[in-house]
């Protein structure tokens, strides 16, 4: 999912709520996410086995080797670090053109594949990837409040910085508006995140019973002949 909106308008908010609605991990999940920190000698002393779904939240200034792994000795990377969890890309067209593109594979295949002249090793990546952006560099494009002060061949140089097959393998792209003081500030609660988080392990049993038995799991690993 790709949030587009004017900076302050909640979309790292919306991003690190993301986890605390996802369903709870399975054995086998937290056994692989478990398996992932352990290689990275990321595993905290006092947790033998990671039960909450990661969420990493790297800096636009990473390198491609930090993002999808790599080093002398392979070691994993932000996207396997994310794995069955919400890798989070803030302030996306800052991010070097070079890691961004090297993030096509693993979107698509969900593993990623390290060579070396020892040999090769090959990490799971299945995350759920959210980026976040603003529509221009000063961040006001089409702002109904503050005026934006780009001109409109660096609003379109800004959007170009992200690839078209990159986008293509993003299948939500949303407005994030401004949200008004008031309703900031009114007493109304919406929903809790347990609440949503029922009814996502719900859709998740429906999805594992339609597909028992053919070693698909959720809609997401649907290919065209499923969706057909």
């Known amino acids: 999912m790709l949030m587009v909106g004017a900076p302050g308008a909640?979309?790292?908010?919306?991003?690190?709520?993301?986890?605390?609605?996802?369903p709870r991990m399975s054995i086998d999940e937290a056994l692989d996410v478990t398996?992932?920190?352990?290689?990275?000698?990321?595993?905290?002393?006092?947790?033998?086995?990671?039960?909450?779904?990661?969420?990493?939240?790297?800096?636009?200034t990473i390198s491609h080797a930090g993002l999808v792994g790599g080093g002398n000795w392979p070691h994993p990377g932000e996207v396997s670090l994310a794995h069955r969890g919400v890798?989070?890309?803030?302030?996306?067209?800052?991010?070097?053109?070079?890691?961004?593109?090297?993030?096509?594979?693993?979107i698509e295949d969900k593993i990623v594949?390290?060579?070396?002249?020892?040999?090769?090793?090959?990490?799971?990546?299945?995350?759920?990837?959210?980026?976040?952006?603003?529509?221009?560099?000063?961040g006001y494009y089409n702002d109904p409040v503050k005026a934006c002060t780009c001109s409109a061949g660096t609003v379109t140089k800004y959007q170009k910085r992200?690839?078209?097959?990159?986008?293509?393998?993003?299948?939500?792209?949303?407005?994030?508006?401004?949200?008004?003081?008031?309703k900031l500030s009114d007493s109304r609660l919406g929903e809790k995140s347990s609440v949503v988080q029922q009814?996502?392990?719900t859709a998740r049993q429906i999805q594992q019973q339609r597909f028992a038995g053919t070693?698909?799991?959720?809609?997401?690993?649907?290919?065209?002949?499923e969706v057909r």
Do not use: W
């Open 199 to 201: 009814r996502v392990e």
């Open 162 to 182: 992200i690839s078209g097959p990159l986008l293509d393998r993003i299948d939500i792209h949303i407005q994030v508006p401004r949200v008004e003081y008031e």
């Open 35 to 60: 398996r992932i920190y352990s290689v990275a000698d990321q595993l905290p002393p006092d947790v033998p086995l990671v039960r909450t779904r990661p969420f990493r939240a790297p800096h636009h």
């Open 113 to 138: 594949t390290i060579s070396r002249a020892q040999g090769s090793l090959t990490f799971p990546a299945n995350f759920q990837l959210i980026a976040a952006m603003n529509p221009c560099p000063c």
């Open 215 to 225: 070693g698909i799991a959720y809609n997401t690993d649907m290919h065209p002949a």
């Open 87 to 106: 890798l989070f890309l803030d302030e996306l067209p800052e991010f070097g053109p070079r890691v961004l593109e090297v993030m096509r594979q693993p």
């Open 10 to 22: 909640g979309k790292t908010l919306l991003a690190r709520a993301l986890p605390a609605i996802l």
